[in-house]
């Protein structure tokens, strides 16, 4: 006889505590969840239901990924962002909530712009933050750039899933490279949620990261801000009269970015954005009204 859903839990929970997972319950119910395709809930309600071999079989496979690192997003293949269902593989860096304090700044700029937005994302990754963008403001079009081809199919996937092909461009090119002049002067936000973990300490980040994200995604250069040199300097030909530039940063970076934008004395107005937690997430620059 098989075993039942809460002896699987138990079974999967004590070995995911043995390798060193902080969210075993958690990770084991939604491994299981995944392969059941039900909710969470189900195991109350049900905690003797007997599992059939094969999903048992399947199961601890899934378990022993998870032991050794692998992140439970790329296990399941998803992810939650927004409200909104995401595909995720390792080609894609797995979409944080932190990063969904940049698109509700983005949204908040937008209702303020009162037209309809061209909008530009450099560095696209799963979509996330495109098509939360394209999801919820009404009447833009979002240009989507990722330098990796796995990416940009990943993100077009999704696209289709939430059927916000029609709102999107995606374009695989290094950061400007593949949009063409009709963009220059034309955007109303650029958005990006760059590399920006300083290369030497990407050794260090905890192992679901380190041996399971794709490093494209996350090397920012020795310093971590080299990615954000690049879009502001480079950035500015495409932004149109008060366009803004709005960007997440790591956890001690605001300051740094702030700096980069000063330097250039292109921006009317430059803006810091905390998250929950107080930590600066994320900065925006708005353009001057007269640009030389």
């Given at each position: 006889m098989g075993m039942t859903i809460e002896q699987l839990l138990a079974k999967a929970t004590r070995l995911l505590k043995e390798h060193g997972v902080a969210t075993a319950r958690l990770d084991a119910e939604v491994i299981l969840a995944h392969l059941l395709n039900c909710q969470r809930i189900d195991f109350i309600i049900k905690p003797r239901e007997?599992?059939?071999?094969?999903?048992?079989?399947?199961?601890?496979?899934?378990?022993?990924?998870?032991?050794?690192?692998?992140p439970v997003q790329y296990i399941i293949g998803q992810q939650e962002f927004m409200g909104l269902n995401f595909q995720v593989t390792p080609a894609v860096l797995i979409p944080r909530p932190d990063t969904e304090i940049l698109v509700e700044r983005a949204i908040e700029e937008a209702q303020n712009m009162h037209r309809p937005l061209n909008i530009v994302d450099i560095g696209t990754g799963s979509g996330a933050v495109t098509l939360s963008l394209a999801h919820f403001i009404q009447g833009c079009h979002v240009h989507s750039v990722d330098i990796s081809k796995e990416a940009s199919e990943i993100a077009q996937e999704n696209a289709r899933n939430l059927c916000l092909e029609e709102k999107v461009t995606f374009y695989i090119g290094d950061i400007f490279s593949p949009l063409g002049p009709e963009l220059q002067k034309s955007v109303d936000l650029l958005i990006s949620n760059p590399p920006y973990i300083p290369r030497e300490e990407i050794n260090h980040l905890q192992r679901e990261v380190r041996?399971?994200?794709p490093h494209l995604a996350l090397d920012g250069g020795e310093d971590g801000l080299d990615f954000y040199r690049r879009l502001i300097q480079e950035g500015k030909k495409f932004l149109s009269s008060q366009g803004k530039m709005i960007f997440e940063v790591g956890h001690d970076q605001a300051e740094d970015v702030v700096q980069i934008m000063k330097e250039e004395d292109y921006f009317k107005r430059i803006e810091i954005k905390k998250d929950l937690?107080?930590?600066?997430?994320?900065?925006?620059?708005e353009a001057k009204h007269f640009q030389p």
């Open positions: 007997i599992i059939e071999e094969s999903i048992e079989k399947q199961y601890q496979q899934k378990i022993k990924e998870r032991s050794q690192g692998k041996l399971f994200e937690a107080g930590i600066k997430r994320v900065v925006l620059g």
